[in-house]
């Protein structure tokens, strides 16, 4: 996944932070204005995400360490790193402990943002998202929602967010960008490294900087 992809999928996470209550509506409705839960969080979460990278872009580029603290926050509320951990790790996931999926769900993560994080700061927020549908996905598995950043003098970015109930919330465990799903790209990356180590070897490599969460390798 480019860098330039990379930035887009960790902001398309980013708008659709602070989880939502399952029972605040349906799910079934097909409208913008009375789209479910999953496409309502998506909706209404954008721009205030958008307008606070606006509005405190100065002070990101000074201190980065808001900046992480801001994105590590927003993050952590809404993306289901651990089940979408497990979805990375795939058949190697099989058997795993708890301790194990969660140590690499964190180191992934931190590598993430340690080096895309920055780069948000030169993302366009002065975007618009449109919600195109909110499809259920097979075996109970939760939503897909559609959408669309619609920026001036450029051609839509298609974004589509896969959510699940985690006990009364909504929460995304994959993003799509321009078809290239956050989930199956280190799915890729990862499977040889986990053919001939450990969950917990790779995931100290990530930690340590030995790996890099980068579509290309190391």
């Given at each position: ?38 496409s ?9 995400v ?46 795993a ?53 619609l ?12 959510m ?15 078809g ?18 450990s ?18 390798g190391?």
């Amino acid at each position: 996944m480019k860098t330039t992809l990379m930035s887009t999928a960790l902001a398309a996470i980013l708008l659709a932070a602070t989880p939502a209550l399952v029972h605040a509506q349906s799910a079934s409705a097909n409208t913008a204005s009375t789209q479910g839960v999953p496409s309502k969080l998506v909706l209404d979460n954008s721009t205030r995400v958008l307008s606070t990278l606006e509005s405190r872009r100065a002070e990101f580029t000074r201190d980065r360490t808001a900046l992480n603290r801001f994105i590590n926050s927003e993050f952590n509320q809404m993306f289901d790193r651990e089940y979408s951990a497990r979805m990375v790790l795939g058949r190697h996931a099989r058997g795993a402990s708890d301790a194990d999926v969660r140590l690499f769900a964190d180191a992934l993560a931190d590598n993430l943002m340690a080096r895309y994080g920055s780069s948000l700061l030169d993302f366009n927020t002065r975007l618009r998202v449109r919600i195109k549908s909110e499809t259920a996905l097979p075996r109970d598995m939760g939503v897909r929602v559609s959408s669309e950043m619609l920026r001036s003098g450029g051609e839509p970015i298609p974004v589509d967010y896969f959510m699940r109930r985690v006990g009364n919330e909504w929460k995304v465990f994959d993003v799509m960008v321009e078809g290239v799903s956050f989930v199956q790209t280190f799915r890729s990356q990862f499977d040889a490294e986990l053919q001939r180590k450990s969950i917990r070897q790779v995931a100290q490599e990530l930690r340590g900087g030995q790996l890099r969460a980068n579509a290309g390798g190391r």
